[in-house]
Structures are given as C-alpha cells and as structure tokens.
C-alpha cells in the first residue's frame, strides 16, 4: 500500500476505489462534523452528479474528488467562490497539460481549446453548501476532470486527448489542490 500523496489544503484524505458520489460521501463527512481540508477521491463513481443533480458514470482514469472545507465568508459569496474554483481549476489544468488552452464557462464548467477550434467541456466543478443566512457550516468543491478516461459526453474531451499523451491523476490532483487552497485564501 502506498502513502497517501502530501496534497495542499488537504488534512484528511480519504481514497476510495469505488462510490456512488464523492459529492454525497463528502456531505454526509461534513454533516458528521469533519475536519476542514477532508477530500474525499474516488477511482469511479457509479451516480456521480452534477449542477440540477444530472447523474453520470465516472470510469478510471477520471479525477473525482470533493474537498469539504469549512469556510468564514458570507453565503452571498458562493457565487463568486465557485467562480474562482473555476479560475484555479483552469490554472492546474494549465499545468498538468501545458500548450493547452483552457477557459471558464460560468457558472462551474472549464473548457478546453481543442486543435478543431472548438471548446469541449474538460473539468466540471459543483459547490454545495450548508450554513443559514449570516454564515456557512460547510462547503462541498466537486471536481471531476476528465483526464485518461473517455469522456462521458460527445461535446467533451479529456486531458489525454488534448495532449496524446497519458497525464495521470496525481500530476493533475496536486496542482488542483494547491490552486484551489490559493484561491481559498485570497477570496
């Protein structure tokens, strides 16, 4: 058995080889009070969800991770924190896939230049939280990045296709947190 990966941000990591959703796994974790910086990651997810709780399967070689974090800004923000998710998550994948365009599409996808001039769907990113008006008691960051797995949908790509090469999941997972726990201290 390996050790677990030194991850920025990341007090608690809990690997798993197969969930229904990290998302879920991780909201039921902060309900039952863990810690700030748990990060729940899965090899494949079997009811993986996004935005208006769209549902998909997530095969190896995707990244699917949900970082609780147990924020002290004011509810009001989430929009804007979302969007900076997205900002970090755009600057990781710039990293794990370099010479490689990416952009955010608000409200939580980040896509991909591909050689064909189009923009494909890479990363999605969904944040849930709980709290009520004055303050938060927990944030969910999900992330799935399509990386060397085929990417579940027709307008989306992967890491591995963008750069015909295989790229990992660490190399992708370190940047990915470092920039998210960046983003996380200036917002």
């Known amino acids: 058995m390996s050790a677990a990966p030194k991850l920025a941000g990341v007090r608690r ?5 197969e969930t229904g959703s990290t998302q879920a796994d ?3 974790l902060a309900a039952a009070g ?3 910086g748990t990060l729940v990651w899965a090899r494949r997810q079997s009811a993986g969800r ?23 800004f004011a509810p009001a923000r989430l929009g804007a924190f979302s969007l ?11 990293e794990a896939a370099p010479g490689v365009a990416f952009a955010v599409k608000p409200p939580n996808d980040v896509l991909a230049l591909c050689a064909d ?8 990113i969904l944040c849930e939280a709980a709290g009520d008006s004055s303050r938060l008691h927990w944030l969910v960051v999900g992330v799935g990045v ?7 949908l027709k307008r989306a790509t992967g890491l591995k296709a963008l750069t015909g090469r295989r790229v990992g999941l660490l190399p992708v997972l370190r940047p990915l947190m470092r920039e998210l726990s960046r983003a996380r201290r200036t917002f």
């Open 26 to 28: 991780a909201r039921r």
């Open 50 to 72: 996004g935005r208006m709780g769209r549902r998909w399967r997530s095969s190896p070689g995707g990244l699917y991770v949900s970082w609780l974090i147990r924020p002290r």
């Open 13 to 17: 990591l809990l690997r798993l080889s």
């Open 84 to 94: 900076a998710c997205g900002r970090a998550a755009a600057a990781a994948l710039r």
């Open 117 to 124: 001039g189009r923009r494909r769907k890479v990363c999605g």
């Open 34 to 36: 863990a810690p700030d």
């Open 146 to 152: 399509n990386v060397d797995n085929a990417p579940p």
